[in-house]
């Protein structure tokens, strides 16, 4: 069974400070997506990885993936308040398959 | 813009009534989902569908049912609603490139709020 684990759960950043999303997952796959979701308001798509070593950059986010380690990061360079939101990764086994949802990242940054 | 629509934001029933959750997606996407979100679980996968007709339980479809008649719409049917299914539900959808491999992101619904008193 396939399972995804983030963390943090919880983040509090400084504006201006970097940080770093852990997303690990327990089965191979090389298929694997990063999701936001502001206060009641549903997911939108952020980044697809769809290899080893893919990197994708979005303003201040960066993701990348590393299927060996079974690991994605979803870096946070110089935060500004607006992305304040939870950070959702998911994982596809294989590629036809239901996408698996981490637990989610509470991100809040403050002045 | 591919659109995922779900019929109600809100909603407040009563235990032992019949729920039903209906979503429409405009895309021609083969593949829709059902997801619950719940604070500190992340969202877990009710039921899929990848045709007409077809489905599929997820990891949690005790209490559930759904049905799909038409390839754009895709129905959450609570047969007797109890209070812990209380949660939001998020319905999405996902196109099948070639290959039988999917595009790789999925469309998401506004999420149906259900509370059941």
């Known amino acids: 069974e396939l399972k995804v684990e983030q963390n943090p759960l919880f983040l509090s950043m400084q504006e201006g400070k970097n940080y770093t999303i852990y997303c690990n997952y327990s089965t191979t796959s090389d298929r694997l997506y990063w999701y936001r979701q502001d206060p009641g308001k549903s997911l939108e798509s952020l980044f697809v990885l769809l290899s080893n070593g893919a990197v994708k950059q979005e303003g201040r986010l960066m993701a990348s993936l590393d299927t060996k380690a079974r690991l994605s990061t979803l870096h946070i360079t110089a935060a500004v308040h607006d992305l304040s939101a939870t950070y959702f990764c998911?994982?596809?086994?294989?590629?036809?398959?239901?996408?698996?949802f981490g637990k989610g990242t509470r991100l809040s940054v403050i002045a | 813009d591919v659109k995922v629509t779900q019929s109600s934001r809100y909603l407040v029933k009563r235990t032992g009534e019949k729920v039903f959750l209906e979503c429409v997606q405009d895309m021609d996407h083969e593949n829709m989902f059902w997801y619950r979100q719940d604070p500190g679980l992340g969202l877990r996968l009710i039921y899929f569908s990848y045709d007409v007709k077809m489905k599929e339980k997820g990891d949690i479809p005790e209490g559930y049912s759904v049905s799909r008649e038409k390839k754009e719409r895709f129905s959450l049917i609570l047969e007797s609603a109890s209070t812990n299914q209380t949660s939001m539900y998020l319905c999405?959808?996902?196109?099948?490139?070639?290959?039988?491999?999917?595009?790789?992101?999925?469309?998401f619904g506004e999420g149906s709020r259900l509370t059941v008193l």
């Open positions: 999405a959808s996902i196109a099948i490139a070639g290959g039988g491999l999917n595009t790789g992101e999925l469309f």
């Open positions: 998911a994982v596809d086994l294989k590629g036809n398959t239901p996408l698996v």
